[in-house]
């Protein structure tokens, strides 16, 4: 099989995406495909069906030890947290660079280090505080490559920290942490006393010295500060504490605790944990999919579950010796954390016609997200039972923990309770975004996103002119279905932005009930979403059992979301209102002219200028000489420069400040000595400047006069004309193209770069 005929001839996104960046050299397709199944045939013939895929470090990486590469097949770590030390500190550091160094992203909590003032026993006197060093790890993870890219970290401190305002505030600084997510862990006595109205006490002990640092702050006053940073910024996310400790497969095993996040928080990992990561595509397992008998085949989706809980057993035995530090290699050997999640859900959902988030969508996930729970822990003990169970294993203590009873049949639990367990943790749902790209389907447990995205093109005329390209679901549907234009598609057709967020959550509970890991997943919201309402929405997850959560709103300052064409022209501005840096008007012919004829030192000068029809204010100007009216050249290089800037959202008065402060002219001041017929002014700019303003008042008069208002407020358009959005901080830095913020992590429609590894 040749790679066009695997991912598809139309494809060739995903085709370069296989070439750039899992490919190793000039692979054929059938060499790679030996090389990441390792030889097993069965998972091989998955991955050809395009039912399986795993992690993109194990696609990329995995049997290249053997030429001599410094690699890991783990997508993610968590490193064990510093301690309050200065040593301790940095040698946190140092793992992150030498983690990074083999392409494995991080996570670490820095709630064992002193808040800012502790007393301390050194030059300093008192410590700069734990989020001080925030900036450290930061600038580590900037700077260690990873083949093109720079390493993924997430930062996370506990809410009762005393220094937990200044974390949530750091990154409203755009110049700080730029290379790291940030989460607040927070407690179920936190939220309790929100829900109350209480106080919480901030609190920490200083073991070096015995100092105890406190203070009480109102629970509901710090978490709207939470939301409020959130919806502003979309950062700190949340992680439901007690959730993540209390809904797994090792809640009753004392030995254990986590120790921290992974950069996209579905995977928590204690102290030195590793992941490896693998997804099933559900929409493969739709049979006689767009049809009224549109079915899911849950005996091959268990069976799948089968196969791929061996195959990441197989990954994680050969990588065992591949971890850059030894801590790693022990913990890895100690608790055998495997991460099998799933990808395509909301292609699966329109292929079965169902809406994702009503009642139907979730009674059939949490269907299929049993039958993965229960069919995983069963293959794991029956790996138990030939290689035997994970070192640190209690089949006792796992078989009475809430996850395992709510998650298994009768079977399974004779099984685990004869043989344990291979692994302690099984499922996870990591963000796909790169995997999901490449074979053309919907991410992790994400709605589609948009139907379809307009993408520019210039015409032989250098004309903009913009095209749909289509989501690939929709297209396939499209064309099975004979259907031309996308308002027809049937209501199944939900996107990201136009879902309740209810629905949203809705959907991740139900599978966060079968998931002993974690999931990464965004909930976007629209730019009119209040701060109350991303207050509530955290509520709302925290009610519905969610592990943790991730908010983005459209429009907010952490600027990295594509919004679809349609939505930035209901957004456009109108004569420069809510511009942003390098964003500028598109003039259509709907504008109100005006001429002046000037007199100049030179002659005659003919002024045209063209003002919006709502709010009277000036968009473009042209300027053109009489006979005898000076340098032509001279003459469009300020029309342009005047045009330009008032697109750009610069109002008259600071554009005529500026003709105005340009100087006499010695040839104006002759001919209005001699002639006296020169026009108000003392220099050509001047004189433009002075007929703009005299034309811009004419238009503000004529507006007033026309909807009989006194004092004219200009109308509000009702289609306000588009803005043409080159924001460079919405860009992909390879491509150029807009980003999608999905599952917690950038993503790039179009050519598959990902922030996230």
Partial sequence: MEIQEWLGADNQLGIDIWKHKYRYQNETFEQWLGRVSGGNGTIAGLIREKKFL???????????????????????????????????????????????SYGGGCGIDISLLSPRGAKINNAAKETSGAVSFMDLYSLVTELIGQNGRRGALMISIDCSHPDVEQFIDIKTDLSRVTKANISIRISDAFMEAVKNNRDFLLHYTREATGEIIQQTVNARELFHHIAETNWD?????????????????????????????????????????????????????????????????FDGFKQCVRDCVRALNEVLDEGMPLHPLKEQQESVRDWRQIGLGIMGLADMLIKLGLAYGDSASLKLCGRIGFAMADTAIAASALLAKEKGPFPRCHAGEIMETPFFQANTSVPTRELVKKYGL?????????????????????????????????????????????????????????????ITDDSLLPDFFVTAMTLDYRQRIGMQSVWQEHIDASISSTVNVPSQFTVEETGQLYLYAYEKGLKGITIFRDGCKRVGILTPEEEKKQKGAVAGEGLGRGEIIQVNDDVIGKKRKLITGCGSLHCIALFDPYSGALLEAYLSKGS????????????RMISISARGGIDIHTIIDQLNSTGSCPSYTVRRATMKDTSRGSCCPMAVGNALLDMYNEVQDDLAQKNGVAGHTPLKPPKPQAVKIRNQKMLCPECGEPLVFEGGCNLCKSCGWSKCL
């Fill in 54 to 100: 795993f992690g993109g470090r194990i696609l990329a990486n995995r049997g290249l030890e053997y030429v001599g590469r410094k690699i890991t097949l783990s997508n993610c770590y968590v490193i064990e947290p510093p301690q309050d030390e200065i040593e301790s500190i940095f040698e946190c550091a140092k793992k992150l660079a030498r983690t990074y």
């Fill in 233 to 297: 910024y979309a950062e700190p996310g949340a992680l439901f504490w007690d959730r993540v400790k209390e809904w797994n497969l090792l809640s009753n095993t004392k030995e254990f605790s986590y120790a921290g996040v992974n950069p996209c928080a579905e995977e928590p990992l204690p102290a030195g944990g590793s992941c490896l990561l693998g997804s099933i595509n559900l929409s493969q397992f739709v049979v006689e999919p767009f049809t009224s008998m549109a079915s899911f085949d």
């Fill in 422 to 482: 291979h692994n302690s943790q099984l499922l996870t749902i990591a963000p796909t975004g790169t995997l999901s790209t490449m074979l053309g389907i919907s991410g992790g447990i994400e709605p589609v996103f948009a139907n379809y995205y307009e993408r520019k093109t210039e015409s032989l005329h250098g004309k903009d002119v913009f095209y749909k390209v289509y989501t690939r679901i929709v297209e396939t549907y499209m064309k099975e279905h004979k």
């Fill in 628 to 639: 005898t009216g000076g340098c032509n050249n001279f003459m469009i290089g300020l029309s």
